[in-house]
C-alpha cells in the first residue's frame, strides 16, 4: 500500500536520484542530443522539490499532477512536456486517492504512458522512454495479474525497464533530436529510457 506521504518521500528520492546522475544522463544525450538531458532533469525535479511541502498536503492525484505541472513548466527539453505529461496523467487516475493498491499503481503507469504517446507522437521501438516504460509497464501487470504484491512486481517491471534501456543501444532513433542522426544513432543508449529506468528504480526501493 502506496500513501501520499509515502508518495512524496519517492518524488524527493527521484529528485536526489536526478540530481546525482545529472553528469551521466547529459554525456547520454551528448553522444546522440544536445547533452542537456540531466541538466533538464534536475532542473525540473528542483522545481518539483522547491513545491513539494505544498504539494504533500493534498491526496495523490494532486501530488502527482503538481509534479508533472513543476516539470512542464520548468524544463525546456522534450523531456519536460513528456514527463510532465506522464505524471499529469497518472495524477488524473488517483485523483481523490490517499492510498493506492498494486492495481492503481498499474492503472497510473499505463495513462501515464498514453500520455507520452499522445504527447510525443511515439510509440515503443523509436528509442526514447517509452522503451523503458513500456516493457515495465507490461512486467507490472503480469506480475500483479499473477498475485505478486507491488513491490515484488515493481522489482520486475525494474528488471524489464533494465532490459529495455539495454535494447535502446540496437536500434535507430526515430523520435526526437537523436533521430536527425538516423543509422548512426545506433549503438548509444537512449538517454530518456535511463532517466526512466532510474525513476523506477526510485518507486520500487521507496515501496
Ligand atoms: P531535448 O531532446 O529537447 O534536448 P531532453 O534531452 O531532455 O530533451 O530529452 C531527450 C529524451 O526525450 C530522449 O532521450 C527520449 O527518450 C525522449 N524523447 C524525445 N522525443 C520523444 C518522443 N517524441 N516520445 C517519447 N520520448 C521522447
Ligand atoms: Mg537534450
Ligand atoms: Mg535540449
Do not use: C, W
Amino acid at each position: 500500500m502506496l500513501d501520499t506521504a509515502k508518495m512524496a518521500e519517492i518524488i524527493r528520492a527521484i529528485a536526489e536520484r536526478m540530481e546525482a546522475e545529472k553528469d551521466y544522463l547529459t554525456q547520454l544525450d551528448n553522444e546522440i542530443g544536445d547533452g542537456d538531458h540531466g541538466i533538464n532533469m534536475a532542473r525540473g525535479f528542483k522545481a518539483v522539490l522547491d513545491k513539494l511541502p505544498e504539494l504533500e498536503n493534498g491526496d495523490i492525484g494532486a501530488l502527482l499532477k503538481g509534479t508533472g505541472m513543476q516539470l512542464v513548466s520548468n524544463v525546456g527539453g522534450a523531456s519536460g512536456p513528456l514527463y510532465g505529461t506522464a505524471f499529469m496523467k497518472a495524477g488524473n487516475v488517483l485523483k481523490g486517492k490517499s492510498e493506492m493498491e498494486a492495481a492503481d499503481f498499474a492503472a497510473a503507469l499505463e495513462a501515464a504512458i498514453g500520455g507520452v504517446k499522445l504527447r510525443g507522437k511515439s510509440t515503443e521501438g523509436e528509442k526514447t522512454m517509452l522503451d523503458s516504460l513500456t516493457p515495465a509497464y507490461k512486467a507490472l501487470a503480469a506480475a500483479i495479474e499473477d498475485g505478486a504484491n507491488l513491490k515484488d512486481a515493481m522489482q520486475k517491471a525494474v528488471e524489464a525497464a533494465a532490459g529495455g534501456v539495454e535494447y535502446t543501444k540496437t536500434i535507430v532513433a526515430t523520435k526526437g533530436r537523436a533521430s536527425y542522426l538516423g543509422e548512426r544513432s545506433i549503438g548509444h543508449q537512449d538517454p530518456g529510457a535511463t532517466s526512466s529506468l532510474f525513476i523506477l528504480q526510485e518507486i520500487e526501493k521507496g515501496l
